[in-house]
């Protein structure tokens, strides 16, 4: 009886929210003095990432961060890249995309971010966008350059066709040999 008057108690707790936040430092340079950088921020889709400012306005030379929280630990994704407004300019087209792991420790949530530029090699834990200017002048020289480089294109199909090739050729010299030795076991035979 003790038991049932127990279980029919009503208990109150007190969920505790819980967040873990981490700074991603960005910065731009490499234009003229006046130019203002903007850089994008995009979450993955999910209900346990947030952050406070999504696009942040840099003038020439300037460092801002954004701060991404998330309430549940996991791996979650996220990209930064800079918004090409600039038509006189050449910005830095390079998209950098990062891990946020999210951890349950006995004091609380703990977020460590880590970047990688796409298609480069290294990780790092800011991103930095330099962008050039193009010359007034054709017989003139650009200032800077974009710090991604120009990407190769392919035309065509890169399949490896001499490997397709030499493959055949085997499949074909099994298959003459593999009828020659039957043909002479059948008249020994």
């Not at 910005?91 to 792991?101: A, I, K, N, P, Q």
Request: with cysteine; charged share 25%; net charge negative.
């Amino acid at each position: 009886m003790l038991m049932l008057a127990l279980l029919l108690i009503p208990v109150y707790a007190q969920a505790q929210e819980e967040e873990a936040s981490v700074d991603i430092s960005v910065s731009c340079g490499g234009g003229e003095p006046e130019d203002k950088h903007t850089v994008l921020l995009s979450l993955q889709d999910t209900p346990h990432l947030s952050a406070f400012d999504q696009e942040l306005v840099l003038s020439e030379g300037q460092e801002g961060k954004f701060t991404i929280k998330a309430d549940y630990p996991g791996e979650y994704h996220f990209s930064i890249r800079q918004k090409g407004d600039k038509s006189d300019s050449l910005w830095d087209r390079s998209v950098y995309e990062g891990t946020l792991y999210v951890t349950e420790q006995s004091e609380g949530l703990k977020a460590e971010a880590v970047l990688s530029r796409k298609g480069g090699k290294g990780k790092s834990a800011r991103a930095s966008f330099t962008d050039g200017t193009p010359p007034k002048d054709p017989g003139q020289k650009g200032k800077g350059y974009p710090s991604s480089p120009t990407p190769e294109v392919k035309t065509g199909d890169s399949s490896p066709i001499g490997v397709y090739l030499t493959l055949m050729a085997c499949a074909a010299g099994v298959i003459v040999l593999t009828a020659r030795v039957y043909k002479e076991r059948k008249q020994n035979g």
